[in-house]
């Protein structure tokens, strides 16, 4: 079992590693953090958002799968979480659904807590290790830039 501590390290572990084109490592490495007993809703979104560079199907199941899916502030997490997963599979119909559902949640889907940081150098270095088309990386930063709320004085 990992201690409870260190599960965001190895959820960043596995960014790091995609990052360095280690996959499989990644991937093992998030299998490991989801057996080890996963329950609190960070870690699971910390999670979800990590398979997104490895593996956006996962990214799928996991929400899925959570109770998150309902609640007005964990639903707009979700929700983003899957437009970004279905834009990454070209699967255009859940994007809108999603799409369209955070938006009626207007305001409440922008949460300030969530920084987007490991999924932005994802779209930094996913053209140059040929994860990403050009194309499909201005998608998804318009997408997260749509959701996020600037932080004043802080890097965007």
Known sequence: ??????RKAHVLYAH????LGDNQTALDELRQT????ITDAGDIFDAAEAY?????RETLRILDRT?????RRRGSHVLLLKALAAELLGEGELKSVSMRSLEELGV???EPD????????????????????????TTLKEMIAHF?????????
């Open 108 to 110: 409440a889907g922008k």
């Open 52 to 56: 997104l560079v490895v593996d956006p």
């Open 67 to 71: 109770k998150y899916g309902t609640h």
């Open 16 to 19: 790091v590693l995609c990052a």
């Open 1 to 6: 079992d990992l201690d409870p501590k260190l």
């Open 148 to 156: 996020e709320i600037p932080n004043p004085g802080g890097p965007r």
């Open 34 to 37: 989801m057996e080890s007993g």
């Open 114 to 137: 969530w920084s987007f940081s490991e999924l932005k150098e994802f779209l930094e270095w996913g053209v140059a290790r040929g994860r990403l088309t050009e194309e499909k990386r």
